[in-house]
């Protein structure tokens, strides 16, 4: 199992078992060990062949998600933004297929490290989102084109479908990145100095923070308000 998904099991264990929707499932590596854990688990995907297959929907979630309103008390959503066109529908999409007070977890590939900033200013391009790649013939998914998100926009599409945004952890902090860390922190800790506006502060502050300018994936925990 890869760090990452190891990430997404450990944040796992502070949650009370609940209908859990892992949205983008593949293999169901994730969905059999909180399946094991006491979670009702329904799985979806496009391209794979499920493991639990009694609770499993085939379909592509550009389009709507094929459950009733207020189906689920959780969404995960481990590693397959990237891979899909539209995020506000499918942001709209987990409001209303969650239950009140619900929550969305989601795990992405860090845009926003250090490392990953220098390399775009150097590229143009992120690492973790070659335009010019290798694909690997045998993963149909592995050939769709690459929609890359950042923490920044899921704080944004939460904010606009009435989520508020309960914590942001990192898989690892990768060592690569602290050379410019110290750099970075100061800039960010200047600005802090001179901006009066409280959103934009703590956006700033999250934005600075070691999880964002160290860590190599993020889990994102948003909550629906009641």
Known sequence: MKEHQLAVLN???????GRLLDAGSGGDALGRVLKDRGFDVFSLDLYARPYLKDRFVRADMNGGLPFVDGAFDYVLCSESLQYLENHASLFREFQRVLKKGGSVIVSIPNLLNAGSRLYFLHRGYYPSFKP???????????SIAYNPISFVEILE???????????INASRMKPSNLPLYPFLKALYSLGLLFERRAEKAELLRRLSSREALLG????????LRA
């Open 132 to 142: 010019i790649r290798t694909v690997d013939a045998s993963k149909e998914w592995d």
């Open 11 to 17: 944040f796992f264990k502070g949650l009370r078992p």
């Open 157 to 167: 599409l939460a904010k606009r479908n009435n989520f508020e945004l309960k914590s």
């Open 216 to 223: 190599d994936h993020l889990i994102i925990h948003i909550g």
